[in-house]
Antibody, heavy 117, light 107 residues
Framework: QVQLQESGPGLVKPSETLSLTCTVS????????WNWIRQPAGKGLEWIGR???????EYNAPLMSRVTMSADTSKNQVSLSLSSVTAADTAVYFC???????????WGQGALVTVSS | EIILTQSPEFQSVTPKEEVTITCRAS??????IHWYQQKPGQSPKLLIYYTSKSFSGVPSRFSGNGFGTHFTLTINSLEVEDAATYYCHQSKYGPYTFGQGTKVEIK
């Protein structure tokens, strides 16, 4: 059974960098695409970007200047960094697996990140 | 960017009724529309992919249809456990986008 677990600080100060890790168990990072999606409280889903298991990233344009994603196949983890955060970045952040022939088939339970001083 | 517009945004339904949710795309995306169910405090779950294919373990009362710019998700004989918010999602063109969601409430 594939499981994804997001982890990282739940509170980040404005202008600092949000860092989250998604640890994959029951499956391999290699051979899949890994997506980050966020959801502000009471609102809809926003796609942040994705990274191939090989390490090639693709980012959503509005966030491109602030986002970095990486994949560590030795640890079976993918990571998200979002710099210069503001209150507008407060959200639940999900990682989700994307096989090449399917959309997002497995999701983590989500990590709430609050941006506040 | 492909804009996905769902309707209705909210629907209150009695058990055993049929529910149809519509998702319209701002331009043609072929069959590259997928549907997710999200319950409060949970992550979204994949129901239907590529318009009409049922994901593993999804009850047969969920079905999808459409092509191009107009898509529907139908729930036949709604059950109490189907109370949730439903999202469409397109993967035809980057960036990936989602509809704004349709909340289904049980009367």
């Amino acid at each position: 059974q594939v499981q994804l677990q997001e982890s990282g600080p739940g509170l980040v100060k404005p202008s600092e960098t949000l860092s989250l890790t998604c640890t994959v168990s029951g499956g391999s990072v290699s051979g899949y695409i890994w997506n980050w999606i966020r959801q502000p409280a009471g609102k809809g889903l926003e796609w942040i970007g994705r990274i191939y298991g090989s390490g090639k990233p693709e980012y959503n344009a509005p966030l491109m200047s602030r986002v970095t994603m990486s994949a560590d196949t030795s640890k079976n983890q993918v990571s998200l960094s979002l710099s210069s955060v503001t209150a507008a970045d407060t959200a639940v952040y999900f990682c989700a697996r994307e096989p090449y022939d399917l959309p997002f088939d497995y999701w983590g339970q989500g990590a709430l990140v609050t941006v506040s001083s | 960017e492909i804009i996905l517009t769902q309707s209705p945004e909210f629907q209150s339904v009695t058990p055993k009724e049929e529910v149809t949710i519509t998702c319209r795309a701002s331009q043609s995306i072929g069959a590259s529309i997928h549907w997710y169910q999200q319950k409060p405090g949970q992550s979204p779950k994949l129901l239907i992919y590529y318009t009409s294919k049922s994901f593993s373990g999804v009850p047969s009362r969920f079905s999808g249809n459409g092509f191009g710019t107009h898509f529907t998700l139908t729930i036949n004989s709604l059950e109490v456990e189907d109370a949730a918010t439903y999202y469409c999602h397109q993967s035809k063109y980057g960036p990936y986008t989602f509809g704004q969601g349709t909340k289904v409430e049980i009367k």
